[in-house]
């Protein structure tokens, strides 16, 4: 009971860092064998990849993917197969961000963002639908944010990207609800990552305020809960969808945001 996803694979993209890491650790703590796929010091990936092989005692892959180029993509399920004889799991994470003006905002990031947030889920699910039809059961889960549901100002791409994950997970869902695979989309509000951490710093120097004030008046004010979600609680959700339990949850978009989307 302790190791349901054992004998199992899995694809977690952007997974050499952050939420993406954290998600693939949970899975691997599931018994389910890994391909890790990111941006980072070659080095530390292959440490990361080690370690989490013999703290877990699964098998781990990297696949160097671009998320921006679909060939790659395809190419890194094909590959998946190809190791493990199959693919249960799919979790597309790989996202990136780009605050600016819609006015200013650089024509290059916009494309960036929509080709790693949202073009490179479709391209990851394509690959991966035909052989989770063969085998009768799959799971695809993508990472969307509460920014699915909601917007915020100055992040129109990422705003944009992330509806369009929403949009596409119920979509795909539809398309599936027969063949025994599903797909929903995790919607989280702020985690405490390394990169919001920074912010935190950052913000108290320039506001000239405590790092406890710039964290309840600036990051988490739309954040009812004012408390960071925390990741665990990403990764209970997780869990939960590609379980047998999860297997009549399709097309949701699943919020774990502290309540910043019921306003």
């Not at 092989?53 to 921006?68: N, Y």
């Not at 406890?212 to 609680?233: G, T």
């Amino acid at each position: 009971m302790t190791r349901p996803l054992k004998g199992q694979a899995a694809i977690v993209t952007g997974s050499t860092s952050g939420i993406g890491k954290a998600m693939a650790i949970a899975l691997a703590e599931a018994g389910a064998d890994l391909v890790i796929n990111g941006l980072g010091d070659p080095d530390a990936i292959e440490a990361e990849r080690a370690a989490i092989e013999a703290d877990h005692g699964v098998r781990v892959h990297f696949h160097p993917a671009d998320m921006t180029k679909p060939g790659e993509i395809a190419a890194m399920v094909a590959d998946t197969v190809d190791l493990y004889g199959r693919l249960d799991i799919l979790l597309n994470n790989a996202g990136v961000q780009h605050v600016s003006a819609v006015e200013d905002f650089p024509i290059e990031k916009w494309d960036q963002i929509i080709a790693i947030n949202l073009s490179s889920a479709f391209h990851a699910t394509r690959a991966a639908v035909p052989h989770m039809k063969a085998a009768g059961r799959g799971r695809i889960v993508n990472l969307a944010s509460v920014h699915g549901l909601v917007a915020s100002p100055f992040k129109s791409a990422y705003v944009a990207s992330k509806h369009g994950v929403v949009g596409f997970t119920k979509s795909v869902a539809l398309e599936l609800a027969e063949t025994g695979i599903t797909c929903n989309a995790i919607c989280p509000g702020f985690v405490k990552t390394p990169l919001v951490e920074g912010q935190i710093a950052d913000q108290a120097k320039v506001n000239k305020m405590s790092e406890d004030e710039v964290v309840r008046d600036i990051i988490l004010a739309a954040q009812p809960s004012k408390h960071f979600i925390e990741m665990d609680q990403i990764n209970g959700m997780l869990l939960y969808l590609v379980s047998d339990a999860g297997a009549g949850v399709t097309g949701s978009a699943l919020s774990v945001d502290g309540g910043w989307s019921a306003r």
